[in-house]
């Protein structure tokens, strides 16, 4: 098979799983942290939950907790850019990019979405926030632009 | 081909792609399950479906309706764990594991999976919800680490 | 290789890259429309946001805007939607469909998705919204009963 497979003889595509698993991951982490928030905050959006934490008495749930829906907003922005990272990185892998174009593509959109998580969660002042969450589009934009070259109609 | 090709020649492939269509399909079901309740309730988020099911009179949109938001809230749980099990599982087919241990993670998770989905509709009290959560996120955690274990930076 | 193969080789594959990065580009757009409807209507969701476009004032977060929550749930809506498409799309491509079935499903998913858009956007009337809606999930169920006829339990 050649340069374009989706194959671990690819050397791009073995590159590629390894930064694709890295951000699956780091969203899939979020996940923990919004139960970390809604527990420490006592903040849950089920009653049966209400029910398990508060020693089976019934309190009202709580629809909205400032620290529950700063985390849920950082999981939500990953799940619109890292999520078309993955595909459009898939597209991009079979559409035979040099290796060092894609590492490029690869590690920049990876290093700014774990500083964005950082960035968001620590509420630290724009455009941090921006710059980190453009620095992706950008990656996107790039390996969607490459797919598209290489694409019919 | 050999063992690790995304191709139906592959067993693992041809299997995955099973399980996968399954949970996409229970993913995209709820879509249908919310506007049940959307319809039922009469909670519409927005003015033109307020105006094309209630005779066309101007009520208000409901911004939040506990029945639909409970679907809405298992809806998002899919997609913050079906998608990466689908993006994670096509990595993970490509780094080639033996047929007896793919098929693992995949019936696991889509069983969990659908299980999820039973408990958090009929608001079952926990750890039911919890436990299902967590063998779905153990499944994508242990293909994610057999990915890494072959990937390269 | 043959039909089946996720590789440009593949007229069937050749041409689903160009409508997934369509309407993977389409959904990712949508972000930058919420971040339009969000400074012009001076709706911040975070406080550090606030401080950076009013001047350095601690003006209070805005949780809840008409405008700015039509644009997010139509992007929600894209991510229930085009993420399914693609996912489905690429084991549909690995279960070799003829080209002629896999340029209809392709083309009838992503023309419905751009009306879908326009018509949630532009609030127009029922039942508009739901029938772009529902031809984009005939594709996408049409694209999971050909794979699942491919694949093994």
């Known amino acids: 098979m050649g340069v374009t497979s989706l194959s671990l003889d690819n050397p791009v595509f073995s590159a590629f799983v390894t930064y694709a698993v890295l951000v699956i991951l780091k969203t899939m982490i979020m996940s923990f942290f919004t139960a970390y928030q809604r527990m420490s905050n006592k903040a ?73 998580t950082l960035i968001y969660l620590n509420g630290v002042r724009q455009p941090a926030r921006a710059l980190s969450f453009l620095s992706g589009v950008a990656v996107n934009i790039s390996m969607a632009v490459a797919v598209l070259g290489k694409g019919t109609f």
Request: proline share 4%.
């Open 44 to 116: 849950f959006s089920n009653e049966e939950d209400v029910a398990s934490f508060k020693g089976g008495k019934k309190f009202e749930v709580i629809r909205y907790h400032p620290a529950v829906e700063r985390v849920r907003r950082c999981h939500q922005n990953d799940l619109e850019n890292v999520i078309p990272f993955v595909l459009l990185g898939l597209l991009y892998v079979a559409s035979g990019p040099s290796l060092w174009a894609a590492l490029l593509h690869f590690r920049i959109f990876t290093v700014t979405r774990f500083l964005h």
